[in-house]
C-alpha cells in the first residue's frame, strides 16, 4: 500500500508539472507582447533613444490657439506638408487615414491617438484651409497652420525638415520636405519616427504595439 501510494503521489507530481509547463508555454506563445527593436525597424519605426522635449511654439486649429500642451494627453502622429502638394502629401494622408480605419478594429487604441497635418505652407494655408484639409481624409484628423518661425522650429525639434518659402512671387511652386511622420507621446515628448515610404498595415501594428506596452 506504501509502495501504490508513493507511486500514486509521484505520478500526480509529475501530471502537475507537465501542467504547469505546458501552461507556461501556451501563455508565452499566445500572451500579446511588444514588438522588439528590431521588429520596429522592420516596420520602418524608429524609437528615439531618449524621448526629446519640444521647444514653445504657438500655431493655429482652425484660428484657435494650438500649443505644446495642446499636444499632451495623447499620442500624436504628425505629418509636415502642404495643402497645394500634387502627390506625395495626399498619398501620405491617405495611408494615415487607412491605418486609422485598421485601427477602428481597437477602439481602445485609436481614442488615445491623434492624426495631425501642419503645414508648412503658412502663405497659401491658413489654418481653417488645413483643418479641411485633414478632415477631407478622416473627420477626426487635424489640420494646424501658423507663422513660419514656429512651424520651421518645431520641424528642427521633430526632425522634419523643410525649405521654406515665403512672400513668393510664384503661386504654383512646390516645396521640399521630409516625408517622415513624428510620433509624439502623451507628455508631448518626440518618441520616435516613421520612416518613408509608408505602408498603412505596418503604421497600426506599430501604433497599437507602441500604445498598448509603452509606459
Not at 74 to 99: E, N
Request: include cysteine.
Amino acid at each position: 500500500m506504501t509502495n501504490n501510494k508513493g507511486i500514486t503521489y509521484t505520478v500526480i507530481s509529475c501530471l502537475a508539472i507537465i501542467s504547469m509547463v505546458v501552461g507556461l508555454f501556451v501563455y508565452s506563445t499566445v500572451a500579446e507582447k511588444e514588438l522588439t527593436n528590431d521588429q520596429y525597424k522592420l516596420l520602418k519605426f524608429y524609437q528615439l533613444n531618449t524621448k526629446r522635449e519640444l521647444a514653445p511654439f504657438s500655431i493655429f486649429n482652425n484660428d484657435k490657439p494650438f500649443t505644446q500642451d495642446d499636444l499632451k494627453g495623447k499620442w500624436d502622429l504628425v505629418f509636415l506638408g502642404f495643402a497645394s502638394c500634387p502627390d506625395m502629401c495626399p498619398m501620405t494622408m491617405k495611408k494615415m487615414a487607412m491605418a486609422a480605419d485598421i485601427l477602428k478594429e481597437k477602439p481602445d487604441i485609436l481614442e488615445r491617438l491623434n492624426f495631425i497635418i501642419l503645414s508648412i505652407d503658412p502663405d497659401r494655408d491658413n489654418s481653417k484651409i488645413m483643418s479641411e484639409y485633414a478632415e477631407a481624409f478622416n473627420p477626426n484628423f487635424i489640420g494646424l497652420s501658423g507663422g513660419i518661425k514656429d512651424i520651421y522650429q518645431l520641424s528642427l525639434n521633430l526632425t522634419l525638415p523643410f525649405t521654406p518659402i515665403i512672400n513668393s512671387e510664384e503661386k504654383n511652386y512646390d516645396m521640399d520636405h521630409s516625408m517622415n511622420l513624428a510620433l509624439i507621446d502623451p507628455d508631448g515628448k518626440y518618441f520616435g519616427f516613421f520612416k518613408t515610404p509608408h505602408k498603412s498595415e505596418s503604421m497600426a501594428e506599430v501604433l497599437e504595439s507602441v500604445i498598448k506596452f509603452s509606459k
